[in-house]
């Protein structure tokens, strides 16, 4: 799950090298905290969010295949 998250986050972005993604685990979730350069937080946003809105939606699918409940944090 965190390496498809970072290839979307990667292609989304103009600062591909920024892109951290923090892993951890709390009451059966898996939360990804997804860091990017102040100037591409906007372009992980999306326009009304719904960029972000997306990339949770399909990081949901991708942990449901694998049995997991995935949440994912944005931080600037």
Known sequence: MKDFL???AKHLVDHPENV???TEE???KLVFKLK???S???KIIGRSGKTASALRVL???VGAK???KAVLD???
């Open 6 to 8: 970072e290839y979307v």
């Open 20 to 22: 951290t993604i923090e």
């Open 26 to 28: 709390k009451e059966q």
């Open 36 to 38: 990017v350069a102040e």
């Open 40 to 42: 591409d937080v906007g």
């Open 59 to 61: 990081l949901r699918a």
């Open 66 to 68: 694998e049995g997991k």
């Open 74 to 76: 944005i931080v600037g």
